[in-house]
């Protein structure tokens, strides 16, 4: 997380973005928050195999297999399909492509590796985000920004409870200002804001205290480890951020890292419950 000097350039960057994010959630044709999610996976791939993949042709073909993986995660019919057909494709792409284009031996299985981390964590993992507005009807908006709310309150909170309160280290190895207070608060703090959510907009009422706080605690937990995992990445290459799009905010996928462990949760519980 940013220090507190940042936060004036995080506010900002929120001021101007959350606006139009918000536009884009709430307009009623899914395809449009599919186009910009789209866009994003891109990006978030783009930052992704710049950090992991050397040669820019790999880049390139990572992201051309990457976005063909994403679209047919998302249009695909009927239901099963789009998921076969999205990740063996994002295991046999690489597969296929290195066997043609090995290069250095000794670095392939590392860079087929890569590429698939890629395509499944930078591309299919934003599809999420999309699928909840496509099948969750009236209410996908309201749960999206719910993800949205649980993802960055927990970051919120977590980051204050942790510098006020906190002193025993988290994983100290990976992120070194993470303290297990901050993550307790973070999760606190993201319950709360789901209250809060669900009392305001009606088209949550029919979630039960228990749905509220098991899909934004358990959801403050698994954005705690999608935090956590893209910081350990960056660590293994090197890398403070992952870009640097966002002012104050580093690139997207510093920004999206929790998003996107907490939107395949939420659509999942959705569907179960």
Known sequence: MPPLGNLASRVLVAAIAVPILLVVIYQPYHQVLWAVMFVASLL?????????????????????????????FYWLEPQQAPVLVAFLGAFFGPAVYYL????????????????????????????????????????GGDFIVLILCTAWLSDTGGYFAGKYLGKKKLYPAVSPNKTWVGSIGGALTAIAG???????????????????????????????????AESLLKRSRGVKDSGAILPGHGGLLDRVDAVLFVAPFFYLYALLR
Not at 45 to 60: G, Q, S
Not at 197 to 223: I, K
């Open 100 to 139: 043609f284009r090995p290069g250095d031996m000794t670095t392939a299985a590392q860079r087929i590796a890569f590429t698939t981390l890629g395509i499944i964590y930078g591309g299919l993992l934003f599809a999420f985000l999309a699928l909840v507005k496509r099948d969750m009807g009236p209410r």
């Open 44 to 72: 978030a791939m783009y930052e992704l195999f710049a950090m992991t993949l050397e040669d820019r042709t790999d880049r390139v073909a990572g992201l051309v297999l990457g976005a063909a993986c994403s679209a047919a």
């Open 194 to 228: 789901g209250f809060v959510l669900e009392r305001w907009r009606p088209q949550l009422h029919d979630l039960t205290w228990y749905d509220v706080v098991v899909l934004t605690g358990a959801g403050s937990v698994f954005g705690q480890i999608g935090d956590l």
